[in-house]
């Protein structure tokens, strides 16, 4: 019987450089910046045998969470339309919003969760989270659970 793998999700500076450009070389033979693994790891500046060392280990962040349901965590300032501000980030960006839960505000802030559908979403999950956060009244936005 196989052990069970694990996955971590670890910030892109705490990562080895070969990772961050194995994900590199893997995007632009995605997008066709780059129509073999030689030119896209030449590209990059790695080995072909260090590409195929590690292609199937390292998958961005938003690539693995793309069509799946993500629960999002807010903290946002007790103000009117700072929530509708919020959700018009979602609804900006495609993504179909499932459930949204609010506390009550205590200190002038109030925790809310919203789980979404991110399928059809025509932007980044960091682009989603990026924009959120800057929104005036926003405290804290990020990813809960997915």
Same mark, same amino acid.
């Given at each position: 019987?196989?052990? /069970? !793998?694990?996955?971590?999700?670890?910030? &892109? #500076?705490?990562? +080895?450089?070969?990772?961050?450009?194995? #994900?590199?070389?893997?995007?632009?033979?995605?997008?066709?910046?780059?129509?073999?693994?030689?030119? &896209?790891?030449?590209? *990059?500046?790695?080995?072909?045998?260090?590409?195929? /060392?590690?292609?199937? #280990?390292?998958? $961005?962040?938003?690539?693995?969470?793309?069509?799946?349901?993500?629960?999002?965590? #807010?903290? %946002?300032?007790?103000? $009117?339309?700072? %929530? @509708?501000?919020? %959700? &018009?980030?979602?609804?900006? @960006?495609? &993504?179909?919003?499932?459930?949204?839960?609010?506390?009550? +505000?205590?200190?002038?802030?109030?925790?809310?969760?919203? @789980?979404?559908?991110? @399928?059809?979403?025509?932007? !980044?999950?960091?682009?989603?989270?990026?924009?959120?956060a800057a929104l005036e009244g *926003? *405290?804290?936005?990020?990813?809960?659970?997915?």
């Amino acid at each position: 019987m196989g052990a /069970k !793998t694990k996955y971590y999700i670890v910030a &892109a #500076a705490a990562l +080895p450089e070969i990772f961050i450009k194995v #994900a590199e070389a893997k995007r632009m033979m995605q997008t066709g910046e780059a129509d073999t693994v030689g030119e &896209a790891t030449r590209q *990059v500046g790695i080995s072909r045998s260090a590409f195929y /060392k590690y292609k199937d #280990a390292v998958q $961005p962040f938003n690539d693995m969470k793309t069509g799946h349901i993500i629960t999002f965590y #807010a903290m %946002l300032k007790d103000n $009117p339309g700072v %929530l @509708s501000n919020v %959700l &018009a980030i979602f609804a900006g @960006s495609g &993504a179909n919003i499932l459930t949204i839960n609010q506390s009550i +505000p205590t200190n002038g802030c109030a925790a809310v969760t919203v @789980s979404a559908e991110t @399928s059809d979403m025509e932007i !980044t999950l960091e682009e989603l989270i990026s924009q959120a956060a800057a929104l005036e009244g *926003v *405290v804290r936005f990020e990813i809960l659970a997915g």
